[in-house]
C-alpha cells in the first residue's frame, strides 16, 4: 500500500486529524519543536495530507513545497496553505525529479515513510534534495509498538492492515510497514545521512482528559518516532 491509498478516505481522514489527539497534541506539536524556527527556510513536506502542518510552515515564514499522492488531498492542502505553498500531487515512490540538488534547507516527513516498503531510494533523494547544513525530519510509527501488536519478526520489514476507529465512524481500514531501528538507520546511512536526534515524545498530564482510556498506553508505549538526520560529512560516501 501506498499513501495513494488514502484517496478513497481522503477527507474523512482530514477532518479526524483536525481533532484526533494524537495528531494535535502530540506528534505534530513534537514535529514542530524539532523543526525549531523556520522563517525563510526552503521547506520541502513529503506527505502533506491536508496541509494542516503546511500552514502552519506557511504561518511561520516558511516557502513550501509539500507533496502528497492522493488528489483529494492535495486540493484540501491548497485550500488550506492558499498562496503561500506550492502543492503537488507525487508519490514518495518516485524520483523527485521537479526539485533540483542542493535546493531546500529542511526535508519534513509526517507520518508517512511508513506507508512506504522500501525507504532507502526515497532518503537518498532527500539527499539529493538537501542544501548543504540541511536536515531531514522525519515523524512515524514506532517499531517496537507497532510490533508490540504484530505476530511476525522484529527484524523484518512487516505489512500491517489495522482498524483506525478515531477517524470514524467508519473505522479507517489502513495498511502500513513496520520495520526495525536498525534498519531505518543503515538505509539512513547508505544514502548518505546520520542520526543526529532521536525523539519518542509522550503526553503529558495535562493531556489525560484528551486521551481518555488511551492515555496511560500511549503514556508508557510510545507510539510515534521522530528522527532528524543530516548529510554525512565529505568523507562519508553513501554506499
Given amino acids: 500500500m501506498s499513501a495513494l491509498s488514502y484517496e478513497r478516505f481522503a477527507e474523512q481522514y482530514d477532518r479526524g486529524s483536525a481533532t484526533n489527539p494524537f495528531n494535535t ?24 495530507a491536508g496541509g494542516r502542518l503546511t500552514r502552519r510552515l506557511v504561518d511561520e515564514g516558511a516557502r513550501v513545497v509539500a507533496l502528497d499522492a492522493s488528489p483529494t488531498m492535495v486540493e484540501l492542502a491548497r485550500e488550506r496553505a492558499g498562496a503561500g505553498a ?28 511508513h506507508y512506504l516498503a522500501d525507504w532507502q531510494p526515497v532518503l537518498a533523494e532527500f ?6 547544513g540541511g ?30 476507529g478515531s477517524y470514524g465512524p467508519p473505522p479507517l481500514v489502513v495498511t502500513y510497514y513496520r520495520r526495525p531501528l536498525g534498519l531505518i538507520t543503515e538505509d539512513a ?16 498530564e495535562e493531556h489525560r482528559a ?8 500511549t503514556a508508557t ?13 565529505d568523507c562519508e560516501e553513501p554506499s
Fill in 25 to 48: 497534541l502530540l506528534e505534530r506539536p513534537a514535529l514542530l519543536d524539532l523543526l525549531g524556527p523556520c522563517r525563510g527556510l526552503r521547506v520541502l513536506e513529503a506527505g502533506c
Fill in 135 to 164: 536536515r531531514l525530519l522525519i515523524s512515524t510509527h514506532h517499531p517496537l509498538a507497532d510490533f508490540c501488536s504484530a505476530r511476525g519478526d522484529y527484524h523484518a520489514v512487516e505489512e500491517i492492515t489495522e482498524e483506525w
Fill in 210 to 217: 484528551a486521551f481518555g482510556a488511551k492515555f496511560t498506553r
Fill in 86 to 113: 506550492e502543492v503537488l500531487v507525487h508519490d514518495l515512490a518516485e524520483p523527485l525529479g521537479f526539485q533540483p540538488a542542493g535546493s531546500v534547507d529542511v526535508v519534513v516527513s509526517s507520518l508517512t515513510m
Fill in 221 to 233: 508505549r510510545p507510539p510515534f518516532l521522530l528522527l532528524e538526520f543530516v548529510p554525512a560529512p
Fill in 189 to 204: 546511512r547508505r544514502a548518505g545521512l546520520v542520526l543526529r536526534r532521536l525523539h519518542e515524545p509522550r503526553p503529558g
Fill in 127 to 132: 539527499r539529493r534534495v538537501l542544501a548543504p
